[in-house]
């Protein structure tokens, strides 16, 4: 267990919905990452957050938008929802001036 | 892109045989990582080289990193069923912490 919890764990949308993402970072850790990870696929970053400020973000449109509260939970918003959007997403938090990347179980969404 | 490739795709294995998993990768790096993922779940951090290190061991792991030929391999000894999963790596820049993974190496260990 690496202390990085994700909720909730599987969830059903439908086309054009919202949806929001729930992670909690191991304690003492300030950076959150998200990926995105289609079957068969490896995880594709999809932003990073330090102290509440976003940190670099990949190739997502802006519908992909991420929170980070003063307790390093985070938090990440998918509006207008597609069905390519249908995938296991993962957060990952990162310790103060470190490097390894300690992964959450994932939230598996499926929009139909 | 610090993108890293893996290699083999899939690799299936008897237990107590040996697994080999090559990375590539295209730019200059800080580190490299390695990650384990069992069918649907979160990633699990292996190990971490540097730069500067040509090799390092953990358990039953060995990895290797050849900086010149912009490669890495991860070996697993004895393998057991229990190491049956996707494996990845994970490159990383001096000025960036951002993991960009390859599509990985789908490890099958039989009983």
């Known amino acids: 267990e690496t202390g990085v919890t994700q909720s909730p764990t599987h969830l059903i949308k439908t086309r054009g919905q919202q949806v929001t993402l729930r992670c909690s970072s191991q304690?003492?850790?300030?950076?959150v990452s998200w990926y995105q990870q289609a079957l068969g696929q490896g995880p594709q970053f999809i932003f990073q957050?330090?102290?509440?400020?976003?940190?670099g973000r990949g190739n997502f449109p802006p519908r992909f938008s991420g929170l980070q509260f003063p307790n390093y939970s985070s938090e990440l918003n998918v509006n207008a929802l597609e069905l390519d959007d249908s995938a296991l997403y993962l957060c990952?938090?990162?310790?103060?001036?470190?490097?390894?990347?300690?992964f959450g179980p994932g939230t598996r969404l499926t929009v139909l | 892109s610090q993108q890293g490739e893996e290699d083999p795709q899939a690799l299936s294995i008897q237990e107590g045989e040996n697994a080999t998993m090559n990375c590539s990768y295209k730019?200059?790096?800080?580190?490299l990582q390695w990650y384990r993922q069992n069918s649907g779940r979160g990633l699990v951090h292996l190990i971490l080289i540097r730069s500067n290190e040509r090799e390092k061991h953990s358990g039953r792991l060995r990895v290797t990193l050849d900086t010149s030929k912009k490669s890495s391999s991860l070996l697993i000894t004895a393998s057991r069923a229990a190491d049956t999963a996707s494996y990845f790596c994970a490159p990383s820049g001096y000025n960036t912490d951002k993991l960009i993974f390859g599509t990985g190496t789908r490890l099958q260990v039989f009983p």
């Open positions: 304690s003492g850790h300030n950076t």
């Open positions: 990952a938090s990162t310790p103060q001036g470190g490097a390894t990347q300690y």
């Open positions: 957050y330090y102290r509440e400020e976003e940190n």
């Open positions: 730019t200059s790096i800080n580190n």
